[in-house]
């Protein structure tokens, strides 16, 4: 099967828009965590006989790592953050692959050691409730979501709750622990009766409005990015789209029903297989290191971009148990990737011409500077608001900070210019009387 074939055209018989260069992405995510799974699930902190415990697990193996850059088992989760306007289709995105019952990861035995664990997550959480907290004894208590969903897939239709869990005085710690989840696997945390400590490899899909939720403390270094537009035309065609799905004949949705029973019935295999099948090495082609090169891509973001090839080739209609896993870029996943990119950039940028636009031609006080980004781009966040300077700005060529030359008392500090270096005014030479004709020669 051509997954990334099959699945468009179960979007097609649903009736569902604008999803061509988004159903890749979602893809893609699924190979990578499999991936991920195959390359770190050889240690688990959930082990059998424990309180703390994990249910049979299909993730769970013996072998050893295979794709170790900088002498560490990386992480190749591939979470996705879509930003888009209220009725957009962003919970489109995340119902099709994890609604209950419909779900193309959807499993009735998920959480009994079969399939992908998957959970649409609740409107509010804490962060005890998604991390976990200790009770007197320093015992664990409950069952914190992040635990719960290790080996799957969670879905926040508005990932802003969390953000707004971590901006309450009780859950301060929210989104310290929601980065290095994300990036690493890690919980932990110290607290007054003991420590919460383990690791989870849950893969998170998220929507968001914007305006809503900033990308600041490191988030977007670890969620590849969507641009979920909204326009007219897009909304009428929602509205025709609505209809003919409330009107759909029983045919059309047995067709929808065979081709999703096919899906899942091949993930679920690519999973089982790759387990029991792992490569011993990875290696990338000279053409994805020239598509890396790419001055659109940011040097930060190279890895992102690495999980999503991984991915695709994780979810090829064969998967062939060879000892090097080779990645290489052919036009289709050319095409994903540049989708991809092009979307990135619609929203990673635009706060930067934001700051361009408002400030173009100025010289201004760093301090200055970095108020005005928290107020216009961090949502207040002065530390955040430095971090985003340093990322966003710092590198670019029309961006350039020097030492204040005012003379006068007090401490002299850093200027910050916004545009090119202005030209350099010719002066007229100092002529004595009687030499302009020598000068004008």
């Excluded at 969620?223 to 409330?246: G, S, T, V, W």
């Excluded at 040097?299 to 994780?314: P, Q, T, V």
């Excluded at 200055?368 to 961090?378: C, G, I, P, W, Y």
């Amino acid at each position: 099967m051509d997954v990334f074939k099959s699945t468009q055209n179960y979007c097609d018989l649903n009736y569902l828009i604008d999803l061509e260069d988004k159903i890749p992405i979602f893809l893609a995510s699924v190979g990578s965590h499999i991936f991920n799974s195959m390359n770190k699930c050889a240690t688990c902190d959930f082990t059998e006989g424990e309180e703390f415990v994990i249910e049979p697990c299909p993730m769970r193996h013996p072998n050893a790592p295979f794709y170790t850059p900088g002498a560490r088992a990386a992480d190749t989760r591939l979470h996705i953050l879509m930003r888009g306007m209220k009725g957009s289709g962003k919970s489109i995105l995340i119902d099709t692959f994890l609604a209950q019952g419909t779900g193309l990861l959807w499993n009735p035995k998920g959480f009994k050691g079969e399939g992908f664990r998957t959970m649409i997550g609740p409107n509010s959480v804490t962060e005890a409730g998604m991390f976990g907290s200790v009770n007197e004894d320093g015992i664990i208590v409950g069952r914190p979501l992040a635990r719960e969903m290790c080996g799957g897939f969670l879905g926040f239709e508005e990932f802003s709750t969390l953000v707004d869990a971590g901006n309450k005085d009780h859950s301060t710690d929210m989104m310290n622990q929601m980065l290095t989840s994300t990036d690493n696997g890690r919980v932990n945390k110290s607290m007054r009766s003991g420590w919460v400590r383990y690791t989870t490899r849950y893969t998170v899909w998220g929507g968001t409005q914007p305006g809503r939720f900033e990308l600041e403390s490191g988030m977007d270094r670890r969620f590849f990015i969507i641009d979920i537009d909204m326009n007219p035309e897009k909304e009428l065609a929602f509205k025709r789209a609505n209809q003919q799905q409330a009107n759909m004949p029983h045919e059309r949705r047995l067709k929808i029903h065979n081709l999703r029973e096919a899906i899942r019935k091949f993930l679920m295999h690519r999973q089982l297989e790759a387990i029991l099948n792992p490569p011993v090495q990875v290696r990338f082609g000279s053409d994805v290191q020239d598509w890396l090169e790419n001055k659109d891509v940011r040097s930060w973001e190279a890895d992102l971009f690495r999980r999503l090839m991984i991915g695709y080739w994780m979810m090829q209609p064969e998967y062939k148990p060879m000892p090097i896993f080779e990645i290489s870029i052919n036009p289709q996943l050319r095409k994903y990737l540049d989708d991809a990119l092009r979307m990135r950039r619609t929203v990673m940028d635009a706060d930067m011409e934001l700051i361009k636009s408002t400030f173009w031609g100025q010289d201004l006080p760093k301090s200055t500077l970095v108020k005005e980004v928290a107020r216009m781009v961090t949502n207040g966040d002065y530390q955040s608001s430095k971090r985003w300077i340093e990322e966003s700005l710092q590198g670019n060529s029309w961006y350039r900070e020097f030492k204040a030359t005012k003379e006068g008392r007090g401490r002299k500090g850093v200027m910050c210019r916004i545009g090119y270096e202005p030209s350099p005014v010719r002066k007229k030479p100092e002529l004595n009387w009687g030499e302009w004709k020598e000068a004008s020669a």
